[in-house]
């Protein structure tokens, strides 16, 4: 039981980098534009925020380091795609090599210069970040585990999900939102602003997966810097979209499910424990094959794809 | 003219696309109260017009005038503030969201509770005499049903000047009649409406004033009242046109196909041809007439092989065809062309040129594997030609000419491989009054070369004049076939409704 416990606390860590990478990627989606520069702007936002807390001695200033830096990243695929035209795929997978390669550049870059050859969070930020202790609550058995043990990260992604939800399904934005990334035509004789929600949708995603790359920068490894830290998160992070339905509530059980992947091999019970780790390394990817083939078996009716997905709008194009 | 009254006013509107002038000094103008036919054949540039006017293009020469006030529209936000809304051609819907989504989509304020949308919605349903359900989503829904939550859209956003562009292209006769009660109630509450169809009879029937654009330059207005078809035409093509359709009388008959107790279902597990019996006859022409989605599309796929049947048996030349692969189905010289709603749907690829769409037929006679594409584009220049199709080169991808070219092309093609059965479904389809009739001229020769010759048509009119005998279609079954020299146009009428002919009531008793 209390193993089991501790499996869930882990799994929800281990999730959280997904989540926020996944409420990014489906607000992208949702404006009819696949970016497939998830794991770059994550990698971007890795290296900003770890940088960021480095130099500033401050959280909250990491933090927004990353989310500006993942905005920054989004700005460039979305000039390309949304303004230019240029073919999504493409510039996408651009930006997953450029981002890996420029923050692993920054990495090295600042080792060099740094005096120990190693580059650490100063304690004032690990004291930030780490998991949140709430009296009395903290202390209460499983509860207090479970529900009130994380780090910030773990609440603000949660938090982040559930406005985006709100967001896309609650208001008149979301609505018009939503269209766009259905029937970009269609919204536009409703005199919605194509251009300018696309490139709202587009930056804000950025941002966040910006912030879900300085998870896996600041916490994955412990407050030490090492190159490629979002290692593959960001393409689980694309095909969580589709497990998750598009829909940012679904995206919080879907990327808590994929942790939970992701740590099993610490967590090895009965038959597991013979099995090498490397399978369990391999398995989130596995499943996520799965997935892929079982939702393109269920078809079209259930999961809210959104139609125009994938390609670009041009106006006056006949 | 009364400043007060008139709603717009387009005064020497240029616009060009590239090389090709679009529109070329056009002169219109709208009074409210009023429903205007805008009339001109394919390309003459009505569409392009109606989309300056909605904001979607944006004019190089000319202004615009809303309400007597000069006024620039360079979107379609613009177009909604000063009260203009268009229906265009293709609904611009969101297929997942509901009426009641769509309808409130990007307006502007806050959005209002559903209770509160849905009451509004109802009301102005009942004002103007709409019936719709708010909340069913789009993707359920008929074609006119579309046509009614796009009316609405307009309605709801207040507009008070209404453009709509081929709102009946896809309607049947009842629901043409249902939307002109509508408009006519707009017109009453004091709404400017642009309406564009290439239906005289239409024309005739809903506008006050009809203005002609010909080859992308207004070649004038005039009042409904004073004209009769012809007079349109004339206007429209230049000079006058011959309306009858010509109909040889066949000769050297016998059967070639014989369709016998065929039944197919739909993907859905419905039937879509319930135990379908009849023959088509070489030198012929044998019309099928039917509400859309009688089984005129199952009709077309299971004879060139694309829909597996249930039951029965398609013979052609004693030969069953039935379970053959659509290649060795063309071989035996059965040939489809088949156009659908949006015309682009099946037959041609949109983005590639003239010569590689007739290879798409023609590649796999080629000696070894290599594709000569000389004698594609030797066959492009001669339907160019004999055919008089109009693009800027036959390398052009053909989704850029307009839709009477790319039918031409289609059946070009088709007749070009020298079939023996040619199935055409809507070849005519949202083509002026020209073009038209030369689809019809190329079915007859057709027909007096010996071909069999299946005409799935819409226009009563037409199956009436240009058929031999006509098949009538009525929720998959056939409800009758009748000789079109003797039939009139209300038994047909009838008969897609359900009605049968004495001949079939009596075979479905015997049979019973």
């Known amino acids: 039981m209390d193993l089991f416990i501790k499996f869930l606390v882990a799994a929800i860590g281990a999730g959280t980098p997904l989540l926020f990478g996944t409420v990014g990627e489906i607000l992208n989606e949702k404006v009819g534009h696949l970016n497939l520069g998830v794991e770059g702007m994550m990698a971007i936002g890795a290296c900003a925020g770890f940088m960021g807390g480095y130099l500033s001695d401050n959280f909250m200033v990491a933090l927004l380091c990353a989310f500006l830096a993942g905005m920054l990243a989004a700005l460039i695929y979305a000039v390309l795609t949304v303004t230019f035209m240029a073919n999504q795929n493409v510039a996408g997978l651009t930006m997953t090599i450029f981002g890996v390669g420029i923050s692993n550049f920054i990495g090295v870059y600042m080792i060099e210069k740094a005096e120990s050859g190693t580059l650490k969070l100063p304690a004032q930020v690990t004291q930030q970040m780490r998991s949140i202790q709430i009296p009395g609550l903290s202390d209460l058995p499983v509860v207090g585990p479970l529900l009130f043990s994380y780090n910030p990260f773990v609440y603000l992604g949660i938090l982040v999900a559930a406005l985006t939800g709100f967001y896309l399904y609650r208001t008149k934005t979301g609505l018009n939102v939503q269209a766009i990334g259905e029937n970009p035509g269609a919204a536009d004789a409703a005199s919605i602003p194509v251009t300018k929600w696309k490139y709202f949708n ?32 960001g393409w689980i992070a694309v095909a969580l979209v589709i497990f998750a339905a598009w829909k940012p509530h679904m995206a919080i059980l879907g990327s808590f499910v994929f942790g939970a992947l992701r740590v099993l091999k610490y967590y090895k019970v009965g038959f597991m424990v013979g099995m090498p780790d490397a399978f ?3 398995l989130p990817f596995l499943i996520t094959a799965l997935v892929l083939i079982v939702t393109s078996m269920r078809g079209n009716k259930g999961a809210h794809i959104p139609a125009f997905l994938g390609n670009n709008y041009f106006r006056e194009e006949r | 003219m009364d400043k007060q009254k008139c709603a717009i006013r387009c005064s020497g509107i240029t616009k060009t696309f590239g090389s090709v002038v679009a529109n070329d000094g056009i002169e219109l103008d709208v009074q409210y109260g009023e429903i205007l036919a805008l009339l001109g054949e394919n390309g003459s540039g009505k569409t392009t017009l109606m989309n300056m006017i909605s904001g979607i293009y944006h004019p190089d020469k000319g202004q615009i005038y809303v309400s007597g006030q000069p006024v620039s529209i360079s979107s379609p936000i613009d177009a909604q503030n000063l009260g203009i809304g268009m229906i265009h051609q293709h609904f611009k819907l969101v297929e997942v969201f509901t009426a009641m989504e769509n309808i409130v989509l990007g307006t502007p304020g806050k959005l209002p509770g559903k209770k509160a949308l849905k009451q509004q919605v109802t009301q102005l349903c009942e004002n103007y005499g709409l019936d719709i359900d708010p909340e069913k989503p789009v993707y359920e829904m008929s074609v006119s049903e579309k046509q009614t939550v796009e009316i609405l859209k307009v309605l709801y956003r207040g507009a008070k000047i209404l453009i709509l562009d081929e709102p009946t292209a896809v309607l049947t006769p009842q629901e043409t009649e249902k939307l002109f009660a509508i408009l006519r109630q707009m017109k009453a509450k004091g709404c400017a409406i642009i309406i564009i169809t290439h239906k005289l009879n239409e024309v005739l029937s809903i506008s006050d004033r009809v203005t002609i654009l010909r080859k992308g330059k207004s070649v004038g207005s005039v009042e409904t009242a004073g004209v009769d078809a012809a007079k349109l035409t004339e206007l429209m093509v230049g000079h006058a046109v011959s309306l009858s359709i010509e109909r040889p009388e066949p000769k050297d ?35 099928v007439a039917g509400i859309a989605g009688s089984g005129q599309k199952e009709l077309c796929e299971t004879i060139a ?57 023609s590649y796999r006679k080629g000696k070894g594997p290599f594709v000569d594409r000389a004698p594609a584009k030797e066959l492009s220049k001669k339907l160019v030609e004999k055919l008089g199709i109009v693009t800027s080169s036959i390398e052009a991808p053909v989704r850029l000419m307009s839709g009477g070219n790319v039918q031409k092309v289609l059946l070009g093609r088709e007749i070009e491989s020298c079939p023996n059965l040619l199935i055409t479904a809507y070849p005519v389809r949202g083509l002026d009054i020209n073009s038209s009739y030369v689809i019809y001229d190329l079915l007859n020769q057709q027909k007096q070369k010996g071909v069999a010759v299946m005409f799935i048509g819409e226009d009563l009119d037409v199956l009436l004049e240009l058929c031999d005998r006509i098949l009538v279609l009525c929720h998959g079954k056939i409800t009758g076939v009748v000789d079109a020299k003797t039939v009139t146009k209300e038994q047909i009428g009838l008969m897609m409704t359900g009605e049968m002919t004495e001949e079939e009531k009596k075979k479905e008793a015997d049979e019973a």
Not at chain 1, 210 to 232: D, E, K, L, Q, T
Not at chain 2, 253 to 269: E, Q, S, Y
Not at chain 2, 307 to 319: C, D, F, R, T, V
Not at chain 2, 332 to 347: A, H, Y
């Open chain 1, 202 to 233: 587009i930056l804000l995603g950025g941002g966040i997966c910006g912030i879900g790359g300085a998870y896996c920068g600041m916490i994955i490894n412990g407050g030490v810097w090492i190159s490629n830290s979002v290692n593959g998160l």
């Open chain 1, 280 to 282: 369990f390394d391999m």
């Open chain 2, 253 to 287: 008959v016998h059967t070639i196909l014989k369709v016998v107790n065929l039944t197919v279902a739909k993907p859905d597990g419905s039937k879509g041809l319930d135990d379908v019996s009849f023959q088509i006859r070489s030198g012929e022409i044998l019309g």
């Open chain 2, 305 to 361: 092989g694309l829909l597996p049947a249930q039951e029965g048996a398609i013979l052609y030349k004693k030969e069953n065809i039935l379970g053959k692969s659509p290649e060795q189905i063309i071989d035996l010289g059965i040939s489809m062309s088949f156009v659908p709603e949006d015309r682009l749907g099946m037959g041609l690829v949109a983005s590639m040129g003239m010569p590689d769409n007739m290879l798409l037929k």
